[in-house]
């Protein structure tokens, strides 16, 4: 008779894993820095622009891949000093939390990147406003009944 363990279905791992989440955020970091190389060689009037056209192209087919890998790698070697720090902190601080901060940062860099950073917080603001609204017009409701 097979044992009941052989019989469970294969357990699926969380869409938000801990390694998926920090895999994330490599790719972010790694995409601004390949945004900002791109950049900062196209920028360079002094290489012939056939040399910058095909700097740009192997940058798109993922010919520094092997960058993500380093990143990656990094990632995981200091996985654990991170993880130590985070755990000694005197408050309990869920790792979501941490890449909840580590993604509102990234975010941050592409907004200032791409320059769109006051647009980015008038928007804030705007929502702001109306959730704020929104819930006074709530409360003036209860308030009425």
């Known amino acids: 008779m097979a044992s009941s ?3 469970q279905a294969p357990r699926r791992r969380p869409l ?3 390694r998926r989440l ?6 972010l970091v790694l995409g601004l820095f390949q945004m900002a190389l791109r950049d900062w060689v196209m920028a360079q ?3 012939p622009a056939p040399l910058r056209v095909a700097f740009g192209m192997a940058l798109i087919l993922g010919v520094f891949g092997g960058l993500l890998l380093l990143v990656r790698r990094t990632v995981e070697r200091s996985l654990s000093t991170t993880h130590d720090v985070v755990q000694k902190l005197p ?3 869920p790792m979501v939390g941490v890449h909840a901060l580590i993604f509102a940062v990234l975010f941050g860099l592409y907004a200032h990147y791409w320059r769109m950073d006051d647009e980015v917080l008038r ?3 705007r929502g702001a406003d109306q959730t704020q609204q929104a819930v006074g ?3 003036s409701r209860v308030r009425s009944r």
């Not at 920090?22 to 790719?27: G, H, P, S």
């Open 16 to 18: 938000f894993s801990h």
């Open 137 to 139: 017009a709530g409360i």
């Open 22 to 27: 920090l895999l994330a955020e490599a790719v």
């Open 45 to 47: 009037t002094s290489l």
């Open 5 to 7: 363990r052989s019989r």
């Open 123 to 125: 928007s804030l603001e």
């Open 91 to 93: 408050l309990p601080t």
